[in-house]
């Protein structure tokens, strides 16, 4: 059964590091496009950040451009989120997705967003707090 499944989320106070893993099972990612996406209680979904199968393809929102980075490592099935200086707004439940392509587009809100994703893991639950 194909599974994605996140892991690497908690308590991180602002300034601070956390790196999130987001693991294949059933499948191998490397056929797939992996985006990251978050949502806080109350809020959209975001898209945050997605990377290409071969990696030389990556998309990062505005508001965590500088701050994270996505990468993945194909011998591993498992695609990385790294969360440099995080903020308190960073606070949300983050989600790793699989598609064919990052299908970078904007909300109606506005909100960045990667569409035509197929599988989902359950998500893993960031607090930027101090």
């Known amino acids: 059964q194909l599974q994605l499944v996140e892991s690497g989320g908690g308590l991180v106070q602002p300034g601070g590091s956390l790196r999130l893993s987001c693991a294949g099972f059933?499948?191998?990612?490397?056929?797939?496009?992996i985006g990251w996406f978050r949502q806080a209680p109350g809020q959209e979904r975001e898209g945050v950040s997605c990377?290409?199968?071969?990696?030389?393809?990556?998309n990062y929102a505005d508001s965590v451009k500088g701050r994270f980075t996505i990468s993945r490592d194909n011998a591993k099935n498992t695609v990385y989120l790294q969360m440099n200086s995080p903020k308190p707004e960073d606070t949300a439940e983050y989600y790793c997705?699989?598609?064919?392509?990052?299908?970078?587009?904007?909300?109606?809100?506005?909100?960045?967003?990667?569409?035509?994703?197929?599988?989902w893991g359950k998500g893993t639950l960031v607090t930027v707090s101090s």
């Open positions: 997705a699989a598609g064919l392509r990052c299908n970078v587009g904007k909300k109606p809100s506005a909100i960045n967003y990667y569409y035509g994703m197929d599988h």
């Open positions: 059933g499948f191998t990612l490397d056929i797939y496009a």
């Open positions: 990377i290409s199968q071969s990696g030389d393809s990556i």
